[in-house]
């Protein structure tokens, strides 16, 4: 026969329910996970401000190394300015015409009876170069002029070197001579004739006129003439050596 419990439910004795099974593990585990995520935190928080250290400490090299440069500057600046004028300076030398060759040249291939009365030169470009070195905008400077009469100003193009020669002779034939003795110089390219005439005389005084006298040719024939040169080759580019005679040296 079944017992039946007559107590009231508030009197009867409470039984202990049955934990359920693996709880214990379960416990354990969510403990672990946030071990583990307190740790992964941790970690990541110092890792961050680790990395905010390292960008302030950056910065600061940064600043320094700019108020450094700045600093410097004016160093690196003279460096570039120096090195410009060096360049351009070196690549005039090398372009320079060799006028004390010419001027020697000059005096051996004029015939006799002719002399020069004014030599005007140019080389074209050389103001620009001068002036990328740091110098002045000047052309190179003239031949001595023996007398004062005009002659005609140079007439170059880029890159060239031409001379214009006021001078006098006896006759044409000597114009003619001289024309052709000028086309012996070293470089010379082209030689035109710009003018030949004898100095015109005063009817009422039988004087040379004031541009004759002026050239100092007396009875002579003034002519003018300009000589063109070609572009010459840089010393250390194989060139022959000039005569020592002409200006080459040693």
Known sequence: MKAVNLLPPADRP?????????????????????LLAMALFVFTKNQVTDRKDSIAQAQQEKAEADQRSQG????????????????????????????????RELAL????KVWVTQVDGKTAGAGAAAAAAGGSSTTPAPAPTTSSSSGAAADTSSGSTSMTITGCAPSQKGVAETIVRLRSLAGA???????SQAAAEDTATGSADAAGGA??????????????FTAETPKDAGGKRVPSRLGGGA
């Open 189 to 195: 390219e082209e030689v035109d004739l710009k003018s």
């Open 109 to 112: 291939v004029l015939p006799s």
């Open 72 to 103: 410097l500057k004016a160093y690196g600046d003279f460096s570039k300015i120096k090195q410009t004028r060096v360049t351009s300076i070196n690549e005039l030398a090398t372009k320079r015409f060799d006028w004390e060759r010419l001027m």
């Open 14 to 34: 409470r039984a202990v329910a049955a934990a359920p099974e693996n709880a214990s593990k379960i416990v354990l585990g969510a403990l672990g996970v946030l």
């Open 215 to 228: 050239a100092g040719c007396g009875n002579y024939l003034q002519f003018n003439a300009q000589v063109t």
